[in-house]
């Protein structure tokens, strides 16, 4: 058996912890709007600096890249239902300081809605409006989804539009 | 003129300088398109809005985390990728996809020095599963001795079928048909040769077991302090990722594993690490079901996250990996002492049907 164990160490790329520091707090925010929660977000995050540091991603390329990354790993855990931030943050861990109680329960039910929307979108759309709103640039959405810079826009539009119609949908029948 | 698309309208909200002059001219003066591009602006103000979270992380204290994970998943290998679900991790990079869904890209090319003594050869690969927590139970190499890398892990990626199938002297897999989904031309990746020596220390490895409060039985004569040697030879792989991190599919190849002993057998060895108590008892009892010959390469996986078919390739066994969020699929086997894998976000009967159409003359 003992011949199966690689006898390599894992090499972590050189550039990793200053790519870490540039981008973290990007890439946190990127994984936030999807999941609405920082607790997850960040578990998101680690988890795609950990791929990160052993691939050979091009420096010049690794914002852009984790961006990616986080939006997709993010969206998987959303459709996964691995939730355990969110709950925490329901029993009362929450990250976030609220004014008032009514504030809190309108906000909690607000993202939930946010979160359910987004879970329901077509991936692509999903994608395309996450990093668009976290500031890549429409040829960088076209890069990273494999569309045309034209129909990046068409996309994202889709997405806010069905994203307000559930939104209104919701507020209207509460 | 006609009136711009919606997904004009909408970038003209927030990257007007992509848009083309014509267009912007239009809707300046078209209360249509005004019309469309308020109500896109509305729209795009609200879902920003509604996807706004408040983050101030905390850069020192996530780097501290990432560095422990970082040390942890260093120490514990890449053979790890096989276990405990890191499939999916491990497939959102494709140089890591390589090391990882192919699991023990250990090659056997490397030449064995005369009195180097050839204990291991995969012939084939057969799952070993076991509950996550008994996986993290198990042992590393280095609990047993010391480990001296000759050749690192290397993997780079090159231009070509061709330039792959120089620098690894395999030849590069041409796919039949490929699966829905899956579109483009695969990017090429070599690994190089990896080489490393190890030399078991009974001392060392009691000071494992010590710790796991058990104590071993004493190693067999000619044991302690003998050495051998594993080698990984070159391989290579084609990963269809259409500029996405997480790759569609990849195709990889590489030449089994092996392992050559300067003293004692391998039986002496493997029997010896079988019967040690800090193995979990339902893992030894796998090891021990295989030939005696050292043909069998295991595959350790978790039974939370992975389960495991037997089928065949070209009359070949091989074995199909699934997730069980069904997310990834990946099918493995030896042929003529060439580990062969087709990997990705694929169903297991379209690996098996990729894996099935593979051929190699060029």
Redesign the interface.
């Known amino acids: 058996m003992a011949v199966s164990k690689p006898p390599g160490r894992a090499a972590v790329r050189p550039d990793l912890e200053q790519v870490f520091r540039t981008a973290y707090p990007r890439v946190v925010a990127v994984a936030a709007r999807v999941l609405g929660s920082r607790n997850e977000a960040e578990d998101v995050a680690q988890e795609v600096f950990l791929t990160f540091g052993r691939s050979a991603v091009p420096s010049g390329e690794a914002v852009g890249w984790l961006c990616v990354a986080a939006a997709h790993t993010a969206l998987n855990h959303l459709r996964s239902g691995r939730r355990r931030a969110s709950r925490e943050e329901a029993a009362g861990g929450s990250d976030r300081v609220y004014p008032d109680v009514a504030d809190a329960v309108v906000t909690l039910d607000e993202r939930r809605r946010v979160r359910a929307a987004l879970a329901r979108l077509p991936r692509k759309q999903a994608l395309a409006l996450v990093l668009r709103h976290s500031g890549l640039s429409y040829a960088e959405v076209a890069a990273a989804l494999d569309l045309s810079p034209g129909s990046v826009g068409t996309t994202v539009r889709r997405a806010e539009s069905a994203l307000r119609e559930e939104l209104n949908r919701h507020a209207s029948s509460d | 003129m006609r009136h711009p ?7 003209l909200v ?2 007007p300088a ?1 848009v083309a002059d014509a267009d912007r001219a239009h809707v300046a003066r078209c209360p249509v398109c005004l019309a469309g591009l308020a109500a ?1 602006r509305d ?2 103000a ?3 809005a ?8 905390d ?1 020192d204290a ?2 501290d ?2 560095s422990r ?2 040390a942890v ?7 790890t990728a096989a276990r405990a679900g890191r499939w ?3 497939l ?5 996809a390589v090391v990882g869904a192919v699991t ?1 890209l ?1 090659g056997a090319s490397a030449a064995a020095a005369a009195n180097w003594l050839p204990i ?1 050869h995969a012939e084939r690969i057969a799952p070993v599963t076991a509950p996550r927590a008994d996986l993290i139970k198990l042992p ?2 280095d609990d ?1 001795g010391e ?1 001296t ?1 000759t050749e ?2 290397r ?3 090159v231009a070509g079928a061709a330039a792959a199938e120089e620098a690894s002297g395999l030849s590069a897999p041409r796919v039949g048909e490929l699966p829905r989904g899956v579109t483009g031309e695969p990017a090429y990746h070599v690994l190089g040769r ?5 030399t078991f220390s009974a001392e060392k490895a009691g000071r494992f077991a010590a710790a796991a409060g058990q104590t071993l039985p004493p190693p067999p004569p000619g044991l302690d302090g003998s050495q ?1 040697r ?1 080698t ?1 030879g070159p391989g290579l792989a084609a990963v269809w990722s ?5 790759p569609a599919m990849l195709v990889a190849r590489a030449n089994a ?3 050559y002993s300067a003293g004692v057998p391998f039986e002496t ?2 029997d010896y ?2 019967s040690l108590p800090i193995l979990p008892e339902n893992v030894a009892a796998q ?1 021990r079901g295989f030939t005696a010959d ?1 043909t069998t ?4 996986m978790s039974v939370e996250n992975m389960t495991s078919s037997a089928a065949d390739v070209g009359g070949r066994p091989a074995t199909v990996l699934t997730s069980r ?1 069904g ?1 990834l699929a990946a099918v493995v086997w030896v042929d003529a002492g060439v580990v062969t894998a087709v990997a990705g976000s694929l169903s297991a009967d379209e690996v098996l049907s990729v894996a099935r159409g593979l051929r190699w003359d060029r």
């Open positions: 698309t919606d997904g004009t309208l909408r970038r927030d990257e992509g896109a729209d795009a609200v879902a920003g509604a996807l706004e979270v408040e983050v101030a992380a850069v996530a780097w985390r990432l994970a970082a998943e260093g120490r514990r290998g890449t053979a999916r991790a491990a959102r990079s494709p140089v890591v023990l250990l291991f590393e190499l047993f480990i890398v690192e892990i993997i780079r990626q990896v080489g490393a020596t190890f051998f594993l990984a259409q500029g996405r991190p997480v594993p092996a392992a060895a493997r690490l079988l090891l050292g390469l295991p595959l350790f969020d997310t």
